[in-house]
């Protein structure tokens, strides 16, 4: 029999295989070891027995049951160290990020956000993962782990779920109304030296507010295309229960949001995710597990989608609309030679598309244990095919259009604009992509006496063919956990990542890592009367290659079609290749990128340190890790410091040169209690990244300007002294070569390299580290039936710059003013011109605020009757923000000016479970 095992494992060992993350059965003991189980959970309870040694949280379904905006990643909220952007777009648009990663997985495999539907009704819970040892045993980064539900109890189980929301936009931009905008380009217009464009008597009728007067229109262009509301709904079903030997879960999950767009076709974003997990034991050694999903998706919108035209066209520039054609039988939209393209019309006339997103997997899971045979041996195997594509359909159409010729005064048909429909539908962009993984895992669980020890050898093969490209990676790796009277314990891990983005001496690099915990709260000479209930140190330190993500073959060639090159002189009767009269053009190839032979993997070293603890019979609960990353050899681009004589201006070449180091921190303290039917828990943690750039391939070389050795979110600019107060200050001070002219009003720069001139050889390191920290305050309160929770969310030490929005940056020429420009000009809105106004709109001090915020991210209130399974509940997200930002959301910049606004959202919704 050992023959016969010895001879498995040889045939195993290798083939690729990958670790997962399910508990194991030791021998035919009842026991479980959780070597990935958390050891510290929100609500306070410890994992039984945890074999680990570095921090991780866990969360239940019951603590992440919220989130009224449809978006699965938006359940990152309530996970210490994870960092959210979010997007007010309708469908899946908040992206997260965890520690320095972004990893998730789902059930054992790597997946995309978007496999998992909005509707947190199949998990069961969520891991998060900061440990190197499980990373490389992983073969992942830092991340989140989900557990979907497999029930295994007898019976059956039927939950259904409803939830309908109200989505109103936050913040967003405001604009000045026709007479508004006229009286601000008159002032513009004088501050340049040129004449006032309208009189006093136009501004009068400009004042009426007539969006389809033909001589004085005044048109609230966003308004008329934009609204500050929108609906959503989700809704699912769920079934479980067991068999005999078989267990099941499904889930079928529903989502439809709507559009802030308030003409045109039918906007919107659906989905449809149906899930299934069957389990069979056929032995008590013997498992087959299935795991398979399907997303179906689809967004409608207009061609023109959603724009902020407001920004570039003056409401005074021309009417909506003009009539309708007697010939056509369309209506005519106004337009200018100004302003060519009416937003308002290609809503309404330029067609509609439709992008549609389907993918389906199939995850096969095959178990065995040995136990019988050799206690403690299990292997498991894992096959994988997912398989997706995208196709994007509609038809296309003109509108009809007429400007106003100011030489004959008549308004004439457009040359652009001449009302052309497409006849059908039409293909309008396809992709598709696959990913194939096969895993295999032995492990071996030892748990006797004071000892506990775990080994793992895996292996895995993995190919993801997308759109014009094609990965192909393999991995191999063993592990070893051990623990002496779960007081002292060791994990260490050899990993072996191979990629083919690599040149083959390349392609394979080894990693290692390890790791120590003392667990001071089982130690005899620390008893229960202290008050300490759990207590635990942990430190891991690793060193391995880097498995950037990237496209394929960098070490090679690359030549692309240039269009076409010119032969023969035209000037001559024959041309020498074509013998025809004139020059000829025929196809060339130029190369884009030139292959580096000796390029290679970049290489990581990493440590963290971490304390988990429980007081006061675990009400009390706090916990706080450390990690320090360098990663050195990254990918660069090496092309910006190749003078363009070497001829090689605009091609691509890439070398191992860049580094840096990252350090994050995370800290968490948790609070629960009960007193009779009352309950409550008040949970706070603070999380703060950053990251130092040690080496970096400078394009500058002055020392107050560069970059290696400043921080990642540093903020270069000019400094600014102010503004000009006369023409006599202007000319003593150094030139500023920005504009022809500068004047009164306009802001003035420090000569920082002291040459009497400025420019870009000014620009200075202004802020050290724009980042700061990141806050979550979780409130939580029960009595009884009902219940109340609130999260809030916050930012502090963080600047932002207002020049990453045009909102307080535009102005300049012939364009629509903002409200904040109208109450803000000669004060924090420099000078007001219609040109010659570049140097007022450079990064520098003055453009600069606190980026420091306070959201109430999340309000919920529910009620519960649990004897039948019902509950109802009324949820509210980003209620209030309390910040120095004016207009815009200091979150979020672009939100609302140039992207859809965040939304303030108020959702009702029911759910019911059946036995």
């Given at each position: 029999?050992?023959?016969?095992?010895?001879?498995?494992l040889l045939?195993?060992?290798?083939?690729?295989?990958?670790?997962?993350?399910?508990?194991?059965v030791?021998g035919?003991s009842s026991d479980?070891?959780?070597?990935?189980?958390?050891?510290f959970?929100?609500d306070g309870?410890?994992?039984?027995?945890?074999?680990?040694?570095a921090?991780?949280q866990?969360f239940?379904l019951?603590?992440?049951?919220?989130?009224p905006n449809?978006?699965?990643?938006r359940?990152?909220i309530?996970?210490?160290?994870?960092?959210?952007?979010?997007?007010?777009?309708?469908?899946?648009n908040?992206?997260?990020?965890y520690m320095n990663?972004?990893?998730l997985q789902?059930d054992?495999?790597?997946v995309?956000?978007?496999?998992?539907?909005?509707s947190?009704?199949?998990?069961?819970?969520i891991?998060?993962?900061?440990?190197?040892?499980?990373?490389?045993?992983?073969g992942?980064?830092?991340?989140?782990?989900?557990?979907t539900?497999?029930e295994?109890?007898?019976?059956?189980?039927?939950?259904?779920?409803?939830?309908?929301?109200?989505?109103?936009a936050?913040r967003t931009?405001k604009?000045?109304?026709?007479?508004?905008?006229?009286?601000?380009?008159?002032?513009a217009r004088?501050?340049?030296?040129l004449?006032?464009l309208?009189?006093?008597?136009?501004?009068r009728?400009?004042a009426?507010s007539?969006p389809l007067?033909?001589?004085?229109?005044?048109?609230?262009?966003r308004?008329?295309t934009?609204r500050?509301?929108?609906t959503?709904q989700?809704a699912y079903?769920?079934?479980s229960?067991k068999?005999?030997?078989t267990?099941?879960y499904?889930n079928?999950?529903w989502?439809?949001?709507?559009?802030?767009?308030?003409?045109?076709?039918v906007?919107?974003?659906?989905?449809?995710?149906?899930?299934g997990?069957?389990?069979?034991?056929?032995?008590?050694?013997?498992?087959?597990?299935?795991?398979?999903?399907?997303?179906?998706?689809?967004?409608?919108?207009?061609?023109?989608?959603?724009?902020?035209?407001?920004?570039?066209?003056p409401?005074?520039e021309?009417?909506?609309t003009?009539?309708?054609?007697?010939?056509?039988?369309q209506?005519?939209?106004?337009?200018?030679?100004?302003?060519?393209n009416s937003?308002?019309a290609?809503?309404?006339?330029?067609?509609?598309r439709?992008?549609k997103?389907?993918?389906g997997?199939v995850?096969?899971?095959?178990?065995y244990n040995?136990?019988?045979?050799?206690?403690?041996l299990?292997?498991?195997?894992?096959?994988?095919?997912?398989?997706?594509g995208?196709?994007?359909?509609?038809?296309?159409?003109?509108?009809?259009?007429s400007y106003y010729?100011?030489?004959?005064g008549n308004?004439?048909?457009s040359s652009?604009?001449?009302?052309?429909?497409?006849?059908?539908?039409?293909?309008?962009?396809?992709?598709?992509n696959?990913?194939?993984?096969?895993?295999?895992?032995?492990?071996?669980?030892?748990w006797r006496?004071?000892?506990?020890?775990m080994?793992?050898a895996w292996?895995?093969?993995?190919?993801?063919?997308?759109?014009?490209?094609?990965?192909?990676?393999?991995?191999?790796?063993?592990?070893?956990?051990?623990?002496?009277?779960d007081?002292?314990?060791?994990?260490?891990?050899?990993y072996?990542?191979?990629s083919?983005?690599y040149?083959?001496?390349?392609?394979f690099?080894?990693?290692?890592?390890?790791?120590?915990?003392w667990?001071l709260?089982?130690?005899?000479?620390?008893?229960?009367?202290?008050?300490v209930?759990?207590?635990?140190?942990?430190?891991?330190?690793?060193?391995g290659?880097?498995?950037?993500v990237?496209?394929?073959?960098?070490?090679?060639?690359?030549?692309?079609?240039?269009?076409?090159?010119?032969?023969?002189?035209?000037s001559?009767?024959?041309?020498?290749?074509a013998?025809?009269?004139?020059?000829?053009?025929k196809?060339?190839?130029?190369?884009?990128?030139?292959?580096?032979?000796?390029?290679?993997?970049?290489?990581?070293?990493?440590?963290n340190a971490g304390?988990?603890a429980a007081?006061?019979?675990?009400?009390l609960?706090?916990?706080?890790?450390?990690v320090?990353?360098?990663?050195?050899g990254?990918?660069?681009?090496?092309n910006?410091?190749y003078p363009d004589f070497y001829g090689?201006?605009?091609?691509?070449?890439?070398?191992?040169?860049?580094?840096?180091?990252?350090?994050?921190?995370?800290?968490?303290?948790?609070?629960?209690?009960?007193?009779?039917?009352?309950s409550?828990?008040?949970g706070y943690?603070?999380n703060?990244?950053s990251?130092?750039?040690?080496?970096?391939?400078e394009?500058v070389?002055?020392?107050?300007s560069?970059?290696?050795?400043?921080?990642?979110s540093?903020?270069?600019?000019?400094?600014c002294?102010?503004?000009?107060a006369?023409?006599?200050?202007?000319?003593?001070?150094?030139?500023?070569n920005?504009?022809?002219?500068t004047?009164?009003?306009?802001?003035?720069y420090?000569?920082v390299?002291?040459?009497?001139?400025?420019?870009?050889?000014?620009?200075?390191?202004?802020?050290?580290d724009a980042?700061?920290l990141?806050?979550?305050l979780?409130l939580?309160f029960?009595?009884?039936?009902?219940?109340?929770?609130?999260?809030f969310?916050?930012?502090?030490?963080?600047?932002?710059?207002?020049?990453?929005?045009?909102?307080?940056?535009?102005?300049?020429g012939?364009?629509?003013y903002?409200?904040?420009?109208?109450?803000?000009?000669?004060g924090d809105?420099?000078?007001?011109a219609?040109?010659?106004?570049?140097?007022?709109?450079?990064t520098?001090?003055?453009?600069?605020?606190s980026?420091?915020?306070?959201?109430l991210?999340n309000?919920?209130?529910s009620?519960?009757?649990?004897?039948?399974?019902?509950?109802?509940?009324?949820?509210?997200?980003?209620?209030?923000?309390?910040?120095?930002v004016?207009?815009l959301?200091?979150?979020?910049?672009?939100?609302?000016?140039s992207?859809?606004?965040l939304n303030?959202?108020?959702s009702?919704?029911?759910?019911?479970?059946?036995?």
């Amino acid at each position: 029999m050992r023959k016969a095992v010895l001879t498995y494992l040889l045939i195993l060992m290798p083939v690729f295989l990958q670790a997962e993350s399910r508990r194991l059965v030791v021998g035919e003991s009842s026991d479980t070891l959780a070597p990935y189980n958390s050891g510290f959970r929100f609500d306070g309870k410890l994992g039984r027995k945890p074999l680990r040694t570095a921090l991780s949280q866990t969360f239940a379904l019951k603590d992440l049951d919220f989130s009224p905006n449809p978006d699965f990643r938006r359940l990152y909220i309530t996970i210490p160290g994870a960092l959210i952007s979010e997007s007010g777009a309708p469908g899946y648009n908040a992206v997260a990020t965890y520690m320095n990663g972004n990893a998730l997985q789902l059930d054992g495999f790597l997946v995309d956000p978007y496999e998992i539907h909005p509707s947190v009704s199949e998990i069961s819970e969520i891991r998060t993962v900061g440990s190197i040892v499980d990373r490389y045993r992983l073969g992942m980064g830092n991340g989140v782990y989900v557990t979907t539900k497999s029930e295994e109890r007898d019976g059956h189980h039927v939950s259904a779920g409803f939830e309908s929301a109200f989505l109103l936009a936050g913040r967003t931009a405001k604009w000045c109304n026709g007479e508004d905008f006229a009286r601000m380009m008159n002032q513009a217009r004088v501050n340049a030296g040129l004449p006032e464009l309208y009189s006093e008597e136009q501004i009068r009728e400009y004042a009426k507010s007539d969006p389809l007067s033909r001589e004085f229109p005044s048109v609230d262009l966003r308004s008329e295309t934009i609204r500050d509301w929108r609906t959503s709904q989700k809704a699912y079903v769920s079934m479980s229960g067991k068999e005999g030997r078989t267990s099941y879960y499904a889930n079928v999950n529903w989502l439809r949001d709507g559009d802030n767009l308030r003409i045109g076709p039918v906007s919107d974003f659906n989905a449809l995710n149906v899930r299934g997990n069957v389990k069979t034991n056929f032995t008590r050694e013997l498992s087959l597990e299935v795991h398979s999903f399907l997303n179906l998706r689809f967004r409608r919108s207009p061609n023109a989608g959603f724009n902020m035209a407001a920004s570039v066209t003056p409401p005074v520039e021309y009417p909506l609309t003009l009539g309708t054609d007697e010939e056509q039988g369309q209506t005519i939209y106004g337009v200018s030679k100004t302003v060519p393209n009416s937003y308002y019309a290609a809503l309404m006339e330029s067609g509609s598309r439709t992008s549609k997103y389907r993918s389906g997997s199939v995850n096969a899971v095959l178990e065995y244990n040995f136990g019988k045979f050799v206690p403690g041996l299990s292997a498991r195997t894992d096959v994988r095919f997912l398989l997706s594509g995208t196709t994007t359909d509609g038809s296309v159409g003109d509108y009809l259009a007429s400007y106003y010729d100011e030489v004959s005064g008549n308004w004439l048909p457009s040359s652009v604009h001449q009302g052309v429909k497409s006849s059908a539908k039409s293909v309008l962009g396809t992709s598709f992509n696959h990913l194939f993984e096969l895993q295999e895992t032995l492990r071996y669980s030892y748990w006797r006496g004071n000892h506990r020890v775990m080994a793992e050898a895996w292996a895995k093969i993995r190919e993801h063919q997308y759109p014009g490209q094609r990965a192909r990676s393999a991995t191999i790796s063993a592990s070893c956990d051990y623990a002496w009277k779960d007081r002292y314990m060791v994990q260490a891990v050899l990993y072996v990542p191979g990629s083919t983005v690599y040149r083959k001496s390349e392609r394979f690099a080894a990693g290692t890592a390890c790791g120590l915990a003392w667990v001071l709260s089982n130690e005899e000479w620390l008893p229960a009367e202290t008050g300490v209930d759990h207590l635990k140190l942990m430190v891991q330190a690793g060193f391995g290659p880097l498995d950037v993500v990237s496209s394929q073959y960098l070490f090679l060639d690359s030549y692309v079609k240039s269009g076409s090159f010119t032969s023969g002189v035209s000037s001559v009767d024959y041309d020498w290749i074509a013998q025809s009269g004139n020059s000829v053009s025929k196809p060339g190839t130029v190369i884009s990128r030139l292959g580096n032979s000796s390029l290679g993997r970049g290489h990581q070293i990493e440590a963290n340190a971490g304390i988990e603890a429980a007081f006061l019979g675990r009400r009390l609960n706090f916990f706080a890790s450390y990690v320090y990353i360098h990663d050195t050899g990254l990918l660069t681009d090496a092309n910006a410091i190749y003078p363009d004589f070497y001829g090689m201006n605009g091609m691509t070449t890439y070398i191992n040169w860049n580094a840096k180091k990252s350090h994050l921190l995370n800290v968490g303290l948790n609070w629960n209690d009960r007193k009779g039917r009352f309950s409550y828990g008040i949970g706070y943690w603070v999380n703060r990244q950053s990251v130092i750039w040690d080496k970096y391939l400078e394009t500058v070389i002055n020392d107050y300007s560069k970059v290696e050795g400043t921080y990642t979110s540093a903020i270069r600019g000019y400094t600014c002294l102010g503004k000009f107060a006369s023409e006599e200050e202007i000319a003593a001070a150094p030139k500023q070569n920005f504009d022809v002219r500068t004047f009164p009003g306009d802001l003035r720069y420090k000569d920082v390299d002291g040459n009497g001139v400025i420019d870009s050889n000014d620009i200075s390191v202004i802020v050290k580290d724009a980042a700061g920290l990141w806050h979550n305050l979780r409130l939580q309160f029960s009595y009884g039936r009902a219940s109340l929770l609130a999260i809030f969310r916050a930012r502090t030490g963080s600047t932002v710059n207002l020049l990453s929005s045009g909102y307080y940056s535009g102005g300049r020429g012939y364009v629509n003013y903002t409200e904040w420009m109208r109450e803000n000009v000669g004060g924090d809105y420099p000078r007001l011109a219609y040109e010659g106004n570049n140097g007022n709109f450079v990064t520098s001090g003055f453009w600069l605020r606190s980026g420091d915020f306070l959201k109430l991210a999340n309000l919920e209130f529910s009620f519960s009757y649990p004897k039948c399974g019902l509950r109802l509940f009324a949820r509210g997200e980003n209620l209030f923000c309390i910040d120095a930002v004016k207009d815009l959301d200091p979150e979020n910049l672009a939100a609302g000016y140039s992207t859809y606004a965040l939304n303030r959202t108020i959702s009702l919704g029911i759910n019911i479970g059946i036995r």
